[in-house]
């Protein structure tokens, strides 16, 4: 299993503070992120995901344009997103766009589609929160066509049909990759079942065990449908430090603060130390040590039976600085170890 797994870091753009508290430009926390996958990709991490938001403590709302910055420092991490919205986007222009980032990045774009975790772009962009579940349901139908390469002909009620079109520019490989994300819901892993597609387990709250039926379903289904055994990748929140109470220390104010600004707007109590605590021990929170987060990163893979695993490695307004530290630790230590406890 061990060569199997692949190591990824994913960011949404957190807009960060400089190292005396006071909140960065949003210019610059995009160019702290393309720094920081450059240094991913010298580490030798396999992957960089970045998400999409369109509300302010989120600096990246075009993270393809940011990927590939990142594409003309880099040489061979792979370029994705955690995720990308296809509900309120066009699934031509978001194939247009990553086959264009697969043309410059010499193959290593990938594509997590998914509803996202906020609705602020279904207003931004004039679409009714009403048609949440019809506009996934068919733009995800129209994009597993696209995909294929070849001329498309589709018909839905939430775009204009297509009658055997061409979408340039087509790939070099035949095939951009690409996942669906799923929080946790058994229709959306039949679906993506269904249409061929790698799911993406968004692991962001409780024991990631508790996704374990999921991947199950997932692999049934794929047999019901004829489908090939495909790939599982997960995302999980996490940050690395030299020590487990450093790390958990560091990480706690900005994960506070990022979950109860959050909390305020879906009705979620206030964050507590003590939850915060439980959530590292036995949660989703993949945090402290090399030799603990490896231990814990390495339980996921082998209960989830994941080809992948990102890590969530920036949560709030953490400073450049020390997210620079976490990835280094997860490329050096973390990612090493985790290697050989996948190995014994």
């Known amino acids: 299993m061990a060569t199997e797994v692949e190591f990824g870091l994913d960011s949404f753009g957190d807009v960060t503070v400089d190292v005396k508290g006071k909140p960065l430009p949003y210019a610059q926390v995009i160019r ?55 509900s309120s986007d066009d699934p031509v222009r978001v ?44 733009k995800l139908e129209l994009m ?76 049934r289904a794929l047999d019901q449908f004829g489908q090939e055994r495909l790939p599982v990748s997960a995302h999980v929140p996490g940050f690395v430090a030299a020590t487990d109470k450093e790390a958990a220390d560091r990480l706690w104010p900005h994960a506070r603060n990022m979950l109860n600004r959050i909390g305020r707007e879906r009705g979620w109590p206030p964050a507590t130390r003590a939850r915060f605590e439980a959530d590292i021990a036995e949660g989703s929170w993949h945090v402290g040590s090399p030799e603990t987060v490896a231990r814990k990163v390495a339980e996921t893979v082998r209960t989830l039976g994941l080809r992948r695993i990102d890590l969530k490695y920036a949560t709030g307004t953490m400073a450049h600085e020390h997210l620079m530290s976490s990835i280094e630790l997860y490329a050096t230590k973390v990612i090493p170890r985790v290697r050989e406890l996948l190995a014994d």
């Open 32 to 86: 702290n992120v393309v720094e920081q996958a450059v240094l991913a990709d010298r580490l030798g991490v396999d992957a960089i995901g970045l998400g999409e938001h369109h509300r302010d403590d989120f600096a990246i709302s075009a993270p393809e344009i940011v990927l590939a910055a990142i594409a003309g420092q880099t040489e061979r991490i792979r370029l994705g997103t955690a995720v990308t919205v296809l």
């Open 95 to 138: 194939f247009e766009r990553f086959a264009t980032l697969d043309a410059v990045s010499q193959g290593r774009a990938e594509i997590t589609l998914g509803r996202g975790s906020f609705t602020e772009s279904f207003p931004l962009f004039g679409y009714d929160l009403g048609d949440y579940e019809k506009l996934f349901e068919e």
């Open 144 to 219: 597993a066509r696209l995909l294929a390469e070849g001329p498309v002909t589709w018909e839905g009620s939430v775009r204009a049909p297509l009658r055997q079109q061409e979408v340039y520019p087509k790939t070099e490989s035949g095939r951009i990759r690409t996942w669906v994300g799923v929080g946790g819901s058994p229709q959306s892993v039949i679906r993506a079942a269904r249409l061929g597609f790698p799911l993406a387990l968004a692991v962001i709250g409780g024991d990631p065990a508790r996704f374990a039926p999921y991947v199950e379903l997932y692999h």
